[in-house]
Nanobody
């Protein structure tokens, strides 16, 4: 079993920045993909960014150029730094880990961007 614990959400003004962190623990295999998804009110959950254990990244178009996903494989931690935040970035952000056909989710962390 894998547990994901997120931190770093909160309220930020438009144009500001924040960094989300997610620590994974449990039975984690070397090859895995970690990432962030988000779900705004009345919208479906969407991918924000992912990163493989080898550092290959993928971003949704709406955050490209404003966000950076990184990971520390020793600490089993993934980070999402978001800059130039917009009100439309407001959502619950979920940490995600995919490994050996299984998918795990964090509890969700609210990010609110005020205009």
């Amino acid at each position: 079993q894998v547990q994901l614990v997120e931190s770093g959400g909160g309220l930020v003004q438009a144009g500001g920045s924040l960094t989300l962190s997610c620590v994974a623990s449990g039975s984690i295999f070397n090859f895995n993909i970690m990432g962030w998804y988000r779900q705004a009110i009345d919208k479906q959950r969407e991918l924000v960014a992912t990163i493989t254990n080898r550092g290959i990244t993928n971003y949704v178009d709406s955050v490209k150029g404003r966000s950076t996903i990184t990971r520390d494989n020793v600490k089993n931690t993934v980070y999402l730094q978001m800059n130039s935040l917009k009100p439309e970035d407001t959502a619950v952000y979920y940490c995600n880990l995919q490994s050996r056909g299984s998918t795990y989710w964090g509890q969700g962390n609210q990010v609110t961007v005020s205009s």
